[in-house]
Structures are given as C-alpha cells and as structure tokens.
C-alpha cells in the first residue's frame, strides 16, 4: 500500500525563504512566523498520512452507493471527517466571523496540498463546500450568510456546485434548468444538472447546492442565468432543519477514478431556491467559486505527483533490478536498486522538478490572493487571474504526465491496483478536464486574460520576470544555470505573445490555435521563475551557513535540472504556435 | 457505447502506394495485389468491428474470474474465440505447413491493428500464442513442431510467455525458477512466474507455456537461462490430451486495464517441461518471441489511439457547444460542433497526425520483417532490429498520450466509464510497461542497438533519409513542407548520436542520460520520414488524377501538421541530451 510523508520542510522553505511571508506586509501575514506555520503543517501532516492516506484506497476500491436515494460513503469516511470537523480544518482560512481561524488563503493551500496528496476524493466533500462558502460570502445577503455560513464552515453542512447539465458543459447558456419566482420571494427550480462532486453524502447533515438556472425574463445565452442557493433540508427561522426540499440523486457516475466522492446526477423537481446575488448575473457570482476552484484543482495536479513521486522514489530505492553500468552500487545484494540507472533518475528527476516547482508556483498564486483580497493590491489581482488558467491548465497537465512517470519507475507493480499507484493516476487524470477543461482554460487564458486591462498584466509579469534577471545578474552562479535560461524561454514567451497580437486581429484562429501550446509556454516560464527564486534563496541559506546545507544543495540541483531539461520545451512550444492556423484549420470536417 | 470503423482505406493506401508492396521485389508479396489485400482487410475489419469491438466493454467490466483453479472469460468471449478459429485469423501469416495461410508478417500487422482496436484484451489471447508459435519454429525440434504448433495455430491451444517473477523482471538474470533433469530428458520446473498475460482461460482444450527457468551447471545470471515448454495438460504420443500438468493460476492480478485478458500469477510445482533450443541459451530464443512481441505491443499503442480517435472524432462533430469565433457554423442549432473549436482541431489533428504516421512506420517496420526473414536481407534485419525499441517505446509513449488527448475531446464525459474512453486509455496504459518498459527499450536503444554491427544500421537509416531527401528536392512543394522539417529533424538526430559518440565513451551515463529523449527524437524522425513518404504518393496520385482527390489532400495536409507541430520536438530533446549527465546525476539517492 503507498504512503504519504507530508513534505513540511519543503513548505516551509517556500512559505519563509522564498516568499517571505512574515515579511510580505500583507495584512494578517505578520503573525505566520516559522514556528506557527511549522506547527499548523505538522499537525495537518499528520491528519493527511494518518487519518487520510489509508483511506485512500479504501475510497477506490469501495466507491460510493446509492441507497434508498442516499449516498453511502467508504467505510471510515464518516469517522474521518469527524475528525477533519474537530480539528477545524475546513476553517482555517475562513473569516472568524464565521466561526472560521481566519488565517491566510496561502495557508489553507499549503494545508489543502497535503489532504489532496492524501486523498484527493474525500478532500472534495470539504474543498466544494469551502468554494461555496466564498461565494455566499461574496455574494449573499446578511440573512443567507448567518443561515448558511457558520454551519459549513464547521462541515456540518456541506456545499456543491451545480452548473453542467447533460446537453450543456463549457456551454452553460445553453442550459435549461428553470427557476420560476414565487410568492414569497423564492424560485422554484426545476431541472438536472450532472457531475454534481460530492452532491450527497452520509457525512452531514445538510447539503447546499448552489444552482445555475434561468429565471424569466433574463434573455437569451448566459445573460439569463442566476444563482440559486437549493439546501437539501430547508432552513427553518431558528436555523433547525425543516422539510425535505424535492432534489435528489438520480444516480453516482461510474468514474475512472474519485470513486471516494460521489459524481451525482441532481434532479430538482421544484425546488425552493434562493436568489443569491443579482438577478440575471449569476456567471458573475459563479465565477467567484470557479476561480478559487480552478486553483484548488491546479493544486490537486500537482499534490497527486506529489505522493506518486514519494513513492516511485521510495520503490526506486527498494527495488533490485539491475547493475549500475559504472560499478556495482550493492555488491552484496543480487542487484543495484534501480535509483542506480540513469533513465530512472531522469524520470525521478522531471517528477521531483516538476513538484517542486508547481509547489513554489502555487503558493505564490496563493499569495497573490492574499495580496489582492487582504491589501486590495490591484496589481495582485490582475496578476493572479492571469495566472489561473496557467496554474489550472499547465499544474494538471504536467501533474498527470508526471504521476503517470512515477507509475511507470514500478514496471508491471505499477499497472496492479494493489500497488496503488494506478490510482493515483485515474485519480489525478479529472483534473485535467473538470472546472473547465484544459482547452477551456488556454481559451481563458489566450482569449480573455492576455487582454484584459489592456494587456497590463501580462506587462507586469514580464517586467517582473526582467527586473528579477536584472537585479540578479551580478550572481554568477544564478545568471549561468538559472537566469539565462530563464530569459530565454521568457523571450519564447514574449514572442509568442506577440505573434498572437500579430496574426489574431485580422485571424483570430491564429492566436486560438495555439493557445494550448501558449499556456503551457506560460507554465514552463513561470515554473523556470519559481526555480531561479528558489535556488537564490538557497544560495542565499548555504553563503549564510545556516540550516541543512544538503537540503539547500539538493535545491539548487533541482532547480538546475528544470532550466536545463525542462524549460527547453519553451523553443517547441513557440514552433508550433508560430506555425499559426494553417495546419490547424486546414481540413472540412467532413474530411477528417 | 464506442464503436470501430477498419480503416481499410488509410491501410491499403500505406500498402499499395506507399510501400508499393506487390512490387517489391519480397518472396510471397507478388501476390498482394490491392484486390486481394482489401478483400482480407474487409473481411477482418467485419470481425473487428461486428464481433470483437462490441465485447470490449463487456470484457472491462465483467473481467476473468478464477473459478476452481479454472479461468473464466467474461461473456461472449468464448463465442467469439470460436469466430477467430473458424476464420482461420490466427494462421493468416504463419506457414502453411502447419496449417497457416502463408501470407506475409505485414499482412498479419494489418489485421493485427483491426482486432487490436477493436477489443486489445481479447486479442492478446491470440497475440501471445502467435509468438509462441514463433519461438517453437524456432527453435523447437520437428517433434516439438509438430506436436505443438498446428493446434498452437489452430487456437485449439493457446500459448503463452512467462519471464517476469516478483523479484525479478527486467533483471532475468536474478531468476529463481529451477529446472531439474529427469531420467527421461524432461525437466521438471518449480518456481513461481507473474504477469502472465493468458495465463489461463477457458477458451483452448489446452494452454502451452513457455517458461524460463534456471538447468544446473549455467552459471551465474541470464548465461544459466534455458527455456522450457509446459503444457498444461502432457500431451500422448498420439497428440491426444494426457495428464494435467502441476502448473496451477495463483491468482488473477486485478489491473487498470486489459481486464478481459487474465493475467495469471503461475506455480510450477514440479511440472513436466521439455527444452527447447539449446540448453542455457534460453534468452536468445525468448527474444523470438521478445522482439516479434514488442512490435505488436507498438501496434497496440497507436491501435488504442486509433479507436479513440474516431470515438472523438464523431463525438467533436456531434457535441453542441459554443460558437465558431469567426461566425456560426450552425445557425439553426443551439450552438455549433465543438470541432469548430480551433484547440479541438489542434488536438484532434495531433491525434490523426501520429496514428497514421505511426501506421505507416509499423507496417514498414513489418514490410523489413518480411524483407528479412522472406528475402534474408541483411541490411532489412538490421533496421528493423535498431528500429524495434523505436516502434515499441515511442509508439506506446505517444499512442497512450494521444489516448488521453481523445479522451479529453468529451470533457467530463470522458471520465465516465459508460462512454468508453476510460477504457481506451486504462488498456493503452499497459503497452508502455510490458514487453520491456519503455525505459528499458530506450537502454536497448542507445547502449546496444546503436553500436551494433559497428553502427552499420543507424548509417544505414541516415543515409535513407538522405537519400530519399535528395531524390526529391526538385519537388518545391515537398520540399518546404516535409524535406526540410524532415532534413532539420534528422540533423538533430544525427547531432544526438554524435553526442553520444563524444561523451559515452568515457562516461556511459552521458549517453544513458539521454537515451530516453533519443528514442522520442528517433520516433520523430520515423514518423517525419513517412509522412515525406505519404505525401510524396498522394501528391502523385493527385497529379495522375485517380483516384478520391479530398483523400490524397487530406493525406498531405495531415503530414504538414505534423511536420510543423510535432517535429519541432526534436530540438527539444536534443536540447534535453546535450545537458548531459550532470544534471540527471547531480543528488545522491539520499538527497531525492
């Protein structure tokens, strides 16, 4: 069975030498000293390879069941998230108001990275209602906020998202869920919706939906659409659960993975539905859940090659297969551990890179909405919707590919579920495709976010990504291994994006044809910045002779393995985008 | 549900047009007339598609069973194992003396490819056999011969391959199986072999395993290796079943994918085998069955593509959603087919560009088999013994990716297991690590295919592409569009090889530290060539005017994207090659 060891000390040298975060000057930063976030992810940690992780499988193997039009969860579920309940996880980064810690967002990753590697299915039930709670604080009246809030923060009720219906996915203007207002204000919601994550469940009491549907009156396309609070039990005035609400699970999906999380058909045969937010500008308020969603899953990308990784290294180390081709590395044995090899070191390698960088990327983006909702940074902002997509999009792509590399250090132990490492990636293979499928996402990114504010916050990240070359410079060891590199492949992205202002005016299929290729351009700079802040601070740890000095090695020798094997991808990535819209449009599709 | 299409049409273009087969100048190929080549593909492409692709979700979801020691395929297989043995399929390319048709190994690949899409788990019953089949001509005596193999190609029984043992699967070497010499020239073999694809069924009267086990007085490592033949019934002099054999299913292994396949853990307690080919020369005669096995297992990885494909495909051209960006396509309609999408073409056009070029590299790879073994050409051996490792590892990498790119095209449909997709990329999974891990074909690759007979092949597969450059540059139109790309790629190539020439010498891991990226260049470098290859003969068939003009502009439009946006990764592995061996080697085992 795999294991998980939560990679605290590697959080913390992202959390204090790279970002720096007690001195970031964001409000509520200046209490996150080293020894209370070492001792906020110490006891997360522990939760997530001692309650989480065995239960992993478990969820696979089990799934959940529909019974008597109640969701069953996997055997220890129900007990774990008692204990997830009692030690306020949920809570950490929500308002105190709310009954939440009310610490950072950037916190509330770090701990959610480690119950993603753990178990990615039953963090949903809590990561779900955690985006429903951001919108209904965002976007709720006082009233819905005292009635539902506190009760979710605490995960005594949790919380869904409800936007795909059978006919329309990235398409929701197409939808035909109705909501028809009544006498006392609230709406009648009629219709189904499907992929409903953790859409019921046995672990709480109450479970908030919050519904796209069309309300009259609204027009046609996403114009129409409005957001709907549905609870499964209503509310009664002293806050007790009344009557059922007619909504109920048509059926779970049979899925590739997540089987721990309950993928629910939802119908609602007139449902009471509250307004939330304006009329008519649901997308606005549903797009306040999506965000902080689409970082949430980024994140699941990464977190599952995160525990692939831990365990592809650890059979790496185990496994006797083999001599190393310079000398015997373990004479007396039958053989040399595979980590001998050089193709198995190079597969190591990319994962370690990769999770590590993705790692750094992450937590910046988490630190960038810290800045943006606790200091208004406006700059923060633009900065960190550009990013979206790329963290989205690039982290889940990349964190896929690379659980599927450490599945493969196993031979044919990987392809065996016992072995766990199948799961790992059927587990990690949705992130790719739900809250808005990677295409989607260099859609967003390409088609909305390069222009958006006049293109000011794509100049920024590259003026940022020019001063950090230019301060640096004088740094030899940096400017070799690390800033040239990195300047590089930015100046792949600079042409890019200049290829696109280009061509996509007259031809806008030029720049959508590769906007895939782009994000992932994007990815790869971003990652190749995170590297070179990185291996500066640990340059900065080993010239100041403090801490680990093989810890702050091991940095920097990771790092220098991304510059040189990894960011050449940029040069391909640029080929194909430069080769425009010809090959990409040339055929009928009757001629494919 | 999925469905199959043979795609007899892009076949007999490779076959006729392309490789020009019945003017070839191969013993048997002068009568593989295009009449009578499509009158074989159609008929097996009915099988494919009528008989074995509706069973393949039956055989995901129902899975084997082991009942009383006795394997149970899931329903219909049995029925359909019937259909193959009355059409003869198994016997199509093996020797009529035995009971075979006769026809060429490329022939066999084409058919292979059809039955592979349509249903991969039910066709390695056959797969297997057939390369047992293969080992036992060989190397078997007459005796051998003809007790085993015309009931062998008959399917009355089946064959199979056991290798791998817990400890010991790269490394044969470690082998623990023992064969002990009985008075009667027989062996008797003890020991404990996994991941024995077909182990057991109950399809075959009879299932004859070829097992590696270690004979006193060989030596230490793979020199001590013989290989065995083990019935599992003891077959009487008069060919009529004896005794069962103590060869017994431990256990069926549960797996991601392939669940219509068993594969078994065996025992051997003792049970009677008999040696076939020279006793302690055992690997030589596996690798038969290795190198024929590791075609087939590359054909399994674009034929896993191939099916997907056109599963995306009809779902891109039926699926509403969104509008064209330059104007609706679909006016009358909700919204337009997302194959409007520039980032579907994108994906779907990467999808189409390597199946066809991947179909067109395998069938060469089997037209230089028959050119070998038909002609014994030795410079075709050669190629195609340099080139197996290419067609195993670069085939499966890419055929699994693109997979996954077909299973992404239904958004969150393609995570439900209802609509197939799942499934496609749960089998393809495997193709990657059986028959060698690609890791280990890359190894192969570079420590030992390169160098062979003085680098008399790889000059050889340069000098082809040169060759076939020069030949043609007088056509413009091929040559901005493939010559170039194609010359450019194979001057990476070329700069790889050098590489390693300069630096393996004096340290083996410079060259082991790029073997992986060297064997994606290689495969790029292939599948460039034939689509140079492609597009030449479509624009011939153009230019004489027969033939369906939308196909052959369809071909060459197809090519171009692939010269223009996949080629350009062989800069990236170059790239990736010529940093050497530090980075991959930088941490010691303890600092991962």
Known sequence: MPSYTAPAKDMQFVLHEVLNISDAGIPGYEDLEPDFTSAVLDEAGKVASEVLAPLNPVGDTEGCTLENGVVRTPTGFKAAFEQMKEGGWNGLDLPEEFGGQGLPYLMGTAVGEMFVSANMAFNMYQGLTHGAISAIIAHGTEDQKTTFVPKMVSLDWTGTMNLTEPHAGTDLGIMRTKAEPQADGSYAITGQKIFISAGDHDMAENVIHLVLAKAPGGGEGTKGISLFIVPKFLVNADGSLGARNPVSVGKIEEKMGIHGNATCVMNYDGATGYLIGELHKGMRAMFTMMNEARIGVGLQGYAQAEVAYQNALEYAKDRLQGRDVTGAKNPDGAADPIIVHPDVRRNLMDQKSFVEGARAFTFWGAQLIDRAHRAGDAEAEGLISLMTP??????????????????QVYGGHGYIEEWGMSQFARDARIAMIYEGANGVQALD????????????????????????????????????DFLEPLKSASKDLQAAGMYFMQNGMKNPNAALSGSYDFMHLFGHVCLGLMWARMAKAAQAALDAGTGDAAFYETKIATGRYYMARQLPATKMHLARIESGADPVMALDAANF
Chains 1, 2 share one sequence.
């Open 390 to 407: 790329v963290i989205k999009g690039f982290l889940t792509d990349k964190g896929f590919e690379t659980t599927i590399a450490a599945q």
């Open 445 to 480: 990114l390409v088609g909305r976010k390069l222009a958006a504010e006049g293109g000011k916050p794509v100049m920024a990240f590259f003026e940022m990504v020019k001063s950090f070359i230019k301060e640096n410079e004088g740094d030899e060891a940096l400017k070799k």
